[in-house]
């Protein structure tokens, strides 16, 4: 057994050394004052030495009592753990084990007392290398010392390659601790920027307590100055609302795409009231669908304006103009009104000004023409078609001829003559004739008076 060295000193007392000899005593020799020897136990723990004149036994037990004891005491100096170079993982461990429901526990407090200080004091400072990793001031900021995408001196909360960072009052997030796929900026005082990467959408899950679950509603980038909603091949729709109590009770807009038809409107439920529909241009109205559907077109427009045009591959169709003038137009100079479903038309023929003929039609023919508006052509008025197959009235300087429509001849009369004026009692003196047809179209001389 290796034992320690006890050797008597000077005034009755004893010097001692503790000699550390390999293996470490485990009991020593202890001689009291009144000469009586004995063994003790000593403590597994290096105690150091202590060294100095001690007068008697209670002297030495107080000095051993002044070390760290192994169960516990207070340490009122500085705690310094210099481990040195060491080559394997030799960590600072604390360990309890807490067994009280009752109890509130605390594993970790350090209280300090702040008399006077500098602002940058620390509470904690962990540091690698010596730079500051991860530091908590006493005003109870938190600084990290971490260089991620680019930026030093930030928080950053890592899992699987996925990056959360804080730093200089901004917040972002990576996937690769390379680029910011998140980024909340401020700038200046009521300012700032909520960013996302190109690749990133905005969405909501179907569940009101739990993000995790199936996303229904996507706001996504297209293209430079362009917001998408889109979900796939979902039909999305937008609302903007008027007013709103609650689900069924409402005033709203919408946008909406509904069995691949896109529709533009108001909707209403509850207490809220149908409201119109108005297209603006400039902020003037020029278009209005009121409750009711009755749409009104703007106008009040300027001098030389057509409020309302209808093209077909760029080509006018149909046009309404400031004076009130209605147009219809088609390829050739022609055009054409339907009226119930091909059952009446009002059309024009003709590709100038001298041919041309506006045309009442029904279903099975040519009703009445018009033709030669304008110019120095015919003005004929023809009944049936336009040709020599058909009648025509022609106007004569002040005279209305029939004639054919073609205006190739005179056209046949059948019906019964009457004139302006009433019967003249007298003979007339024949001096030539006039020639009528009957109804099977012979022809008959009859006598007649010049006046």
Not at 2 to 26: M, Q
Not at 106 to 111: F, K, S, V
Not at 194 to 217: E, I, P, R, Y
Not at 327 to 349: A, Q
Request: some cysteine; glycine content about 12%.
């Amino acid at each position: 057994m290796s034992l320690g060295v006890v050797s008597p000193i000077r005034n009755k007392g004893l010097y001692s050394d503790w000699l550390s000899a390999a293996p470490l005593a485990t009991s020593m020799l202890t001689i009291d004052t009144s000469g009586n020897v004995g063994s003790q136990s000593i403590p597994v723990a290096a105690w150091g030495s202590i060294t100095g004149t001690l007068s008697n036994q209670t002297d030495l037990h107080n000095a051993l009592n002044a070390k760290l004891s192994l169960t516990g005491g207070t340490v009122t100096g500085q705690l310094t753990n210099a481990l040195g170079t060491i080559t394997a993982s030799t960590p600072l461990t604390l360990t309890q084990t807490w067994n009280n429901a009752a109890t509130t526990f605390t594993g970790i407090l350090a209280n300090v007392t702040d008399t006077a200080s500098a602002s940058g004091s620390l509470l904690m400072d962990l540091q690698v290398g010596g730079s500051s990793r991860f530091k908590v001031g006493k005003d109870g900021h938190i600084y990290g010392g971490s260089t991620v995408v680019g930026i030093s001196n930030s928080i950053v909360l890592n899992a699987a390659s996925t990056y959360a960072m804080i730093y200089s009052a901004n917040v972002a997030i990576s996937d690769n601790g390379s680029f910011r796929n998140v980024w909340i900026r401020p700038s200046t005082f009521g300012t700032g920027e909520f960013l996302f990467a190109g690749g990133m959408l905005l969405g909501w899950s179907d569940s009101n307590g739990n993000a995790a679950t199936t996303t229904d509603l996507v706001i996504r980038r297209d293209a430079a100055n362009t917001l998408a909603q889109r979900n796939s091949t979902n039909a999305q729709t937008f609302r903007v609302y008027n007013t709103y109590t609650d689900a069924s009770n409402y005033e709203r807009g919408k946008i909406e795409w509904s069995s691949n038809v896109l529709r533009i409107g108001t909707e209403k439920a509850g207490t809220g009231s149908a409201r119109a529909l108005e297209l603006q241009t400039g902020g003037t109205t020029r278009l209005t669908v009121d409750t009711g559907g009755n749409t009104t077109i703007n106008t009040d427009v300027s001098t030389g304006s057509t409020p309302l045009t209808l093209k077909y591959n760029s080509t006018t169709m149909f046009s309404f103009n400031y004076t009130g003038t209605f147009n219809c137009g088609l390829t050739g100079n022609e055009g054409l009104i339907n009226l119930n479903s091909g059952y009446g038309y009002i059309t024009t023929v003709g590709s100038s000004a001298t041919t041309r003929h506006l045309q009442l039609r029904s279903f099975n023919g040519i009703n009445l023409d018009i033709g030669g508006l304008g110019g120095s052509g015919l003005k004929l008025l023809t009944f049936g078609g336009v040709t020599s197959s058909f009648p025509a009235l022609k106007r004569s300087t002040t005279n209305i001829e029939v004639r054919l429509a073609d205006d190739s001849g005179f056209a046949t009369i059948k019906g019964k003559l009457a004139t302006d004026t009433n019967y003249t009692a007298g003979a007339p003196t024949a001096t030539g004739y006039i020639v009528l047809y009957d109804a099977a179209g012979t022809a008959y001389k009859i006598p007649a008076e010049a006046l």
